[in-house]
């Protein structure tokens, strides 16, 4: 019995090497995604003020002080002087732009699809920040998409696959590409551009299904 005893409260191995890079790793994609996050939302904020957006207004959309957004937007007047509004049509060739109009479409279609599409685990990778917008990773949602669109047919409005085959065909056409850290003429990063086309073509196809 004393053995027993001995043998149930043996203390825990020593946590390994494997797992503590498997921890750290896993923690790291979170703060990493955070940072992103804010940097994103300052970019946005300095956007919607250059347009002309009270500080009120932008506060209570971002949720965030009055305080904490005029700092923002006085620390971007003094730096370099604000870009021109930027184009918002769909009808943009660089690959950002094009990216985020692929990851709006596949959002449009999980949703059709009630989260039981092939590309709603690329989808929520996304949104933990565990995966990033790469040409491979481009290409995975490309694939997965696709089979959505075929498996789907019957359930997709048509205005999905036109929508699609638009932007893979631009994809596939050599266009001026914006590495991730870069600005653009309008003064936005690929990040920006990105998220401004997901929701510009996630809008556009609403209004499609509009009636």
Not at 11 to 35: F, I, K, M, S
Not at 102 to 121: F, K, N, P, Q, V
Not at 165 to 172: A, G, H, P, Q, V
Request: net charge neutral.
């Amino acid at each position: 019995m004393a053995g027993e005893a001995s043998t149930a409260h043996q203390d825990p191995p020593a946590l390994t090497q494997a797992q503590a890079e498997r921890l750290l790793a896993g923690l790291n994609e979170v703060v990493r995604a955070g940072e992103e996050a804010r940097q994103l939302r300052a970019e946005m904020i300095k956007l919607l003020a250059g347009l002309g957006w009270t500080q009120e207004r932008i506060a209570r959309l971002t949720d965030m002080s009055q305080a904490a957004v005029s700092k923002q937007v006085s620390k971007a007047r003094t730096e370099d002087p604000p870009p021109p509004p930027p184009p918002l049509s769909l009808d943009q060739p660089d690959t950002p732009w094009l990216e985020g109009r692929l990851w709006g479409l596949a959002e449009e279609i999980s949703e059709a699809c009630d989260g039981d599409a092939r590309c709603t685990r690329h989808l929520s990778a996304i949104a933990r920040g565990r995966q990033r917008f790469t040409p491979r990773s481009v290409d995975e949602l490309r694939r997965l998409v696709e089979a959505d669109l075929t498996l789907r047919r019957d359930l997709l409005p048509s205005g999905y696959r036109a929508a699609y085959d638009e932007i893979s065909r631009r994809l596939d056409t050599p266009a001026k590409a914006i590495a991730g850290g870069t600005g653009t003429a309008d003064g936005l990063s690929a990040s920006a551009r990105r998220t401004l086309a997901h929701q510009i073509q996630r809008d556009q196809l609403h209004l499609d299904r509009t009636p």
